[in-house]
C-alpha cells in the first residue's frame, strides 16, 4: 500500500516508529507536512499540491495533526477525503475531538459517563457555575489547553472564584468539573485501535502536583483494564468516529469516566511502558481495512455451466 502520514516532523517519536513499522510491512511510506500543502477545491477535480507536486489519491492517509494547526489540518484532510482517500480518522471526528466542549457532549449524549462537568463563557454568576458542578475542590480548565496546560485546581470557593475571574479577564471559555479524590493524582491511557483497544498504560503525577501528563513530570506504568474500562473506551471512540485514539479515562466510586479522547495519541508514552509495538498495530489494522474494502468492490462470483447432451 502507498500510505502519506500528515505530520510536520518526520524525526517525531510517533512518526518515525509509523515509518518504520510501514515499511518493515513492505508498504511505501511517506511523510507530508500538511502545513506545507496547497489545494484547488473545486468539485470536478479536487487536488493537493506539496512542494508543486500533485499529489493523487493514496491507498491510506495517517493524520498526525497538532493542535494548534487544527484548523488547516482537517482541512488537508478532508481535501483527501474528497479525493477519494481512506483516512484513518476522518476530517470531522478530528475536529470534534479537538473541541473539547463539543466531544463532551456528543459523549454524554450518548450516555458516557463523565466527572460532573460545567461551562461558562462570560457569565458573572461565578458562583452559580461552581454550585452546578458540586463543591469544592474543582478543576477548572480553559478549554483552548493542552497537555495539562490551562488547568487549575481549586481548592476553596475564594480560589475558585478568584480563578474564574481571572479567566473571564482573558475572555476565555472555561470548563469546570468535580474533583475526583480517590484517583490520587493517576488517570489512565487507552491505546483504541479499531475495535480493540491494544494498549494501555497508568499516569501519575508528581508528588504536590494533579496533573498527570507526562510533560509535566508524571511517571507511567502498564495496567491491566477490566472490561468496563476497555468497553467505554471503545464505545467513546466509536461515538466520535475515530478509528485510532487515546482515551483518558480516571476510576472513581462510580466507575470509569472518561475525561479526553485525543485523535493524535503519541505512541512513546505507550509503547515504552507496555513494550506493545503499537504503530505496528495501527499499520496492520489499516491493512486489512483496506483489503476488507477491495474483497467489497471484487465479489466472489458463483458461476453454474449446464452441459446440454
Same mark, same amino acid.
Given at each position: 500500500?502507498?500510505?502519506?502520514? $500528515?505530520?510536520?516532523?518526520?524525526?517525531?517519536?510517533?512518526?518515525?516508529?509509523?515509518?518504520?513499522?510501514?515499511?518493515?510491512?513492505?508498504?511505501?511510506?511517506?511523510?507530508?507536512?500538511y502545513? &506545507?500543502?496547497?489545494?484547488?477545491?473545486?468539485?470536478k477535480?479536487?487536488?493537493?499540491?506539496?512542494?508543486?507536486?500533485?499529489?493523487?489519491?493514496?491507498?491510506?492517509?495517517?493524520?498526525?495533526?497538532?493542535?494548534?494547526?487544527?484548523?488547516?489540518?482537517?482541512?488537508?484532510?478532508?481535501?483527501?477525503?474528497?479525493?477519494?482517500?481512506?483516512?484513518?480518522?476522518?476530517?470531522?471526528?478530528?475536529?470534534?475531538?479537538?473541541?473539547?466542549?463539543?466531544?463532551?457532549?456528543?459523549?454524554?449524549? =450518548?450516555g458516557?459517563?463523565?466527572?460532573?462537568?460545567?461551562? =461558562?463563557?462570560?457569565?458573572?454568576?461565578?458562583?452559580?457555575?461552581?454550585k452546578?458542578?458540586?463543591?469544592?475542590?474543582?478543576?477548572?480548565?480553559? $478549554?483552548?489547553?493542552?497537555?495539562?496546560?490551562?488547568? /487549575?485546581?481549586?481548592?476553596?470557593?475564594?480560589?475558585?472564584?478568584?480563578?474564574?475571574?481571572?479567566?473571564?479577564?482573558?475572555?476565555?471559555?472555561?470548563?469546570?468539573?468535580?474533583?475526583?479524590?480517590?484517583?490520587?493524582?493517576?488517570?489512565?491511557?487507552?491505546?483504541?485501535?479499531?475495535?480493540? /483497544?491494544? =494498549?494501555?498504560?497508568?499516569?501519575?503525577?508528581?508528588?504536590?502536583?494533579?496533573?498527570?501528563?507526562?510533560?509535566?513530570?508524571?511517571?507511567?506504568?502498564?495496567?491491566e483494564?477490566?472490561?468496563?474500562?476497555?468497553?467505554?473506551?471503545?464505545?467513546?471512540?466509536k461515538?466520535?468516529?475515530?478509528?485510532?485514539?487515546?482515551?483518558?479515562?480516571?476510576?472513581?466510586?462510580?466507575?470509569?469516566?472518561?475525561?479526553?479522547?485525543?485523535?493524535?495519541?503519541?505512541?512513546?508514552?505507550?509503547?515504552?511502558?507496555?513494550?506493545?509495538?503499537?504503530?505496528?498495530?495501527?499499520?496492520?489494522?489499516?491493512?486489512?481495512?483496506?483489503?476488507?474494502? &477491495?474483497?467489497?468492490?471484487?465479489?466472489?462470483v458463483?458461476?453454474?455451466?449446464?452441459?446440454?447432451?
Amino acid at each position: 500500500m502507498n500510505i502519506f502520514i $500528515l505530520s510536520r516532523n518526520r524525526n517525531l517519536y510517533s512518526t518515525s516508529r509509523l515509518v518504520e513499522a510501514g515499511n518493515k510491512r513492505g508498504h511505501n511510506i511517506r511523510v507530508i507536512d500538511y502545513m &506545507r500543502c496547497y489545494m484547488n477545491i473545486t468539485s470536478k477535480k479536487p487536488t493537493i499540491y506539496y512542494g508543486g507536486e500533485s499529489l493523487g489519491k493514496v491507498d491510506a492517509v495517517i493524520p498526525r495533526i497538532g493542535a494548534s494547526n487544527t484548523f488547516y489540518g482537517t482541512a488537508v484532510v478532508k481535501q483527501f477525503e474528497m479525493m477519494g482517500s481512506y483516512c484513518v480518522n476522518s476530517s470531522n471526528s478530528i475536529a470534534n475531538s479537538r473541541d473539547k466542549l463539543r466531544s463532551l457532549q456528543i459523549l454524554a449524549e =450518548a450516555g458516557i459517563n463523565m466527572p460532573i462537568t460545567g461551562f =461558562a463563557s462570560h457569565t458573572k454568576d461565578i458562583e452559580g457555575v461552581i454550585k452546578s458542578v458540586g463543591s469544592i475542590p474543582l478543576i477548572m480548565k480553559l $478549554l483552548q489547553g493542552t497537555q495539562g496546560q490551562g488547568i /487549575v485546581l481549586a481548592e476553596t470557593q475564594k480560589a475558585a472564584e478568584s480563578v474564574m475571574s481571572a479567566f473571564r479577564q482573558l475572555d476565555a471559555d472555561i470548563m469546570v468539573q468535580e474533583f475526583i479524590k480517590e484517583s490520587s493524582g493517576t488517570d489512565i491511557r487507552a491505546f483504541v485501535v479499531g475495535d480493540y /483497544v491494544v =494498549a494501555s498504560m497508568k499516569r501519575t503525577a508528581p508528588e504536590d502536583e494533579f496533573r498527570s501528563n507526562l510533560h509535566r513530570g508524571g511517571t507511567v506504568h502498564n495496567i491491566e483494564l477490566t472490561n468496563e474500562e476497555t468497553d467505554i473506551a471503545v464505545k467513546s471512540c466509536k461515538i466520535l468516529g475515530l478509528s485510532i485514539a487515546g482515551v483518558d479515562l480516571m476510576r472513581s466510586e462510580r466507575g470509569p469516566l472518561i475525561l479526553e479522547v485525543n485523535s493524535s495519541p503519541g505512541l512513546q508514552g505507550i509503547e515504552t511502558s507496555s513494550k506493545i509495538d503499537v504503530a505496528g498495530k495501527i499499520i496492520s489494522f489499516i491493512h486489512k481495512e483496506r483489503a476488507a474494502v &477491495r474483497n467489497d468492490k471484487c465479489p466472489i462470483v458463483s458461476v453454474m455451466v449446464i452441459v446440454l447432451s
